[in-house]
């Protein structure tokens, strides 16, 4: 096989043979499966985006502040490096520039249907297609079907009793109003998850009064952000081979940031001693100390990264409050304890629904059985990008693939290696369709969750992380490079591979 036949980028209408990939999502998951997808000279793929444009949720997340924790270099694409990154760590704008661009270079706009949101996709096994259904109507067909939804797309907004009684703007820190402007008004924040850890020490200056309602103080260290120097952007254009040590040495630097999340880790105890640190440093005031201060391990939620956070709690216009809220009058928030919180607006900074994957979207497989039922214990995947009884349906950054030290672009790469594999395969023996099997699946989860058991997420605090039950859906379980190791080649042998039926067109061709 010299090369793969290319195709048309319009999908065919259920009922169709000509052959079709349904990517779901123009984040940088969707993307980066695009973008292999065609330099394997596959060209008949659709990305399917319910936004306007790219970049996922850097298009989503716009609030004052907005940056990533994961260092510039090593936040970007392997095969398409950036050497003019601003600074260590980038704000938003200049992330959703950079996976624009990578849209753009790789010819992939044409391929985006933007404003198209997917609502339904059933298995068909007799035609050994999926059945898409948009959320107006269309109805599509895909041999594929890929989903780069990830797990931070879905904002959650806490039911707060009286809501609608509240006579002032009330948002998500996702869907920032930026028409709002802030300047002397009393804000309510509700959350100091990592978004309010950003955007409240930028708009604490100009309000009035800032008052955080926050349930569970985090673990907060130094964050290692400056801008680079003209030398070292100059340099780095100039030899491409430093920037690519720069990134190694950044990537070998937080791998080595797992060992803090093993259970009683002298690395753990590390965090906690920088983060009290800065705790002394900036809060004076011994109940405020109390607050900010975390009664259970670093790393058992997300350790934060910020420098102007501790400042920011002390101004003398903050007020952190721990009692819970009762209920919202029209200008105020009643806490649980009795006392009133004028607010003018009130922002959520509760993050997201990480644990209901995919949803709202409603997937079937075989047997018409829905990927919620199959998910009712808590959503699991084989590596995290198959599920058992879904044939052809795939996930980038699905269940336990998310991390807390390192770069999600590097398994979101070691994601699409794998499942290029598994097109090649389709192609090359000519298959209708893979489907990864039971056994192989129990297996793999069954040893990821006891290796779970000896990380510090399962420690007994809540968060994102786990579900309700307490069964952690969302983070690896090890080193990145473990990771690597297993997703480096698509094990064939434990997926079934149901042979094409003679009488159908071919579902993916290759050519001559």
């Known amino acids: 096989m010299t090369a793969l036949t290319t195709h048309s980028a319009s999908l065919a209408r259920a009922g169709s043979a000509t052959p079709h990939i349904a990517i779901l999502g123009a984040g940088a998951a969707g993307l980066c499966m695009a973008i292999q997808l065609k330099k394997a000279g596959i060209n008949s793929f659709t990305i399917y985006e319910k936004a306007g444009s790219v970049a996922g949720t850097w298009r989503d997340n716009t609030y004052p502040g907005s940056g990533c924790d994961v260092p510039s270099h090593l936040y970007s694409f392997s095969f398409e490096p950036k050497h003019d990154w601003s600074r260590k760590f980038a704000h938003q704008p200049e992330i959703e520039a950079y996976f624009q661009q990578c849209a753009e270079k790789y010819g992939l706009l044409p391929h985006i249907r933007f404003n198209t949101e997917i ?10 297609l999926w059945r898409i259904r948009m959320r107006d109507g269309e109805e599509v067909s895909a041999t594929l079907f890929i989903s780069g939804a990830g797990q931070l797309n879905q904002p959650f907004t806490p039911h707060l009793d009286g809501i609608e009684n509240f006579k002032g703007a009330a948002f998500h820190s996702a869907r920032w109003n930026h028409e709002i402007d802030l300047t002397g008004k009393k804000v309510a924040v509700v959350g100091s998850g990592a978004s309010a850890i950003q955007f409240v020490p930028e708009i604490a200056p100009k309000v009035a009064h800032l008052t955080l309602f926050q349930r569970t103080p985090n673990w907060v260290v130094p964050k290692a952000d400056r801008p680079y120097t003209r030398l070292e952007i ?53 109940e405020l100390r109390r607050k900010l201060t975390p009664d259970f391990p670093a790393g058992c939620k997300r350790i934060l990264l ?92 699905g269940p336990n693939t998310n991390l807390g030290h390192n770069s999600i672009i ?14 090649k395969a389709l192609i090359g023996k000519d298959l209708a369709y893979v489907d990864v099997k039971p056994d192989a699946m129990n297996a793999f989860n069954t040893q990821l969750q006891e290796d779970i058991k000896k990380s510090v997420w399962a420690s007994g605090c809540t968060s994102w992380y786990k579900t309700e039950s307490g069964k952690i859906t969302n983070n690896w379980s090890s080193f990145t490079m473990k990771y690597w ?28």
């Open 410 to 423: 590097f398994m979101i790469e070691c994601q699409v290696n794998y499942i290029m594999q598994c097109v």
């Open 306 to 397: 910020s420098n102007d956070w501790f400042p920011a709690m002390a101004r003398p216009n903050v007020s952190v409050e721990t009692a819970g809220i009762d209920h919202v009058e029209e200008g105020a928030l009643i806490g649980k304890d009795g006392r009133a919180h004028a607010a003018d607006v009130i922002i959520y900074g509760t993050g997201f629904k990480a644990t209901d994957f995919l949803c709202p979207m409603e997937i079937k497989g075989l047997g018409g059985r829905s990927l919620n039922e199959a998910w009712r214990e808590g959503a699991e995947a084989y590596r995290g990008v198959a599920v058992s009884g879904f044939p052809n349906f795939f996930m980038m950054y």
């Open 234 to 286: 100059a340099l780095f254009k100039r030899f491409p081979a430093l920037a690519k040590l720069h990134r190694y040495m950044i990537y070998l630097t937080l791998e080595r940031n797992f060992l803090a999340f093993l259970k009683d880790s002298f690395f753990g105890k590390l965090f906690e001693k920088a983060a009290r640190k800065e705790i002394e440093t900036h809060i004076e005031d011994p």
């Open 119 to 128: 609502a339904e996709a059933a298995f068909d096994e007799e035609e050994a």
């Open 485 to 512: 190791w297993q997703m480096r080649r698509a094990d064939l042998a434990h997926f079934v591979q149901a042979v094409k039926r003679r009488r159908k067109a071919p579902a993916l061709q290759a050519a001559d």
